[in-house]
């Protein structure tokens, strides 16, 4: 299963790694599911993590699974097979 994750959902799982937005970097980590993003999101979520919370930044690299598929890359969008 792929999950597109926006933004908040990465400013939340870098601001709180332990809460539900972290569990799912731990179950993509056990390769249950894959996340895609877009660079975008990406971009806003490290914005608004400088802006908000800069020592929660360093948090963002440290997340399991830090290799998100984004939606430019083949395979993230569209297709069912799982992400490697």
Known sequence: MKLFLDANIIF?????????????????????????TSLYALDEAKRNLALKAVKKLLTMGA??????RTAAREGCMGSSSSAS
Do not use: K
Request: glycine content about 10%; overall charge neutral; proline content about 6%.
């Open 63 to 68: 997340l399991p699974n830090n290799r998100f």
């Open 12 to 36: 939340t799982a870098a601001y709180t790694p332990q809460g539900a937005s972290g569990f799912l970097f731990s179950i993509a980590e056990a390769g249950a599911i894959t996340l895609c």
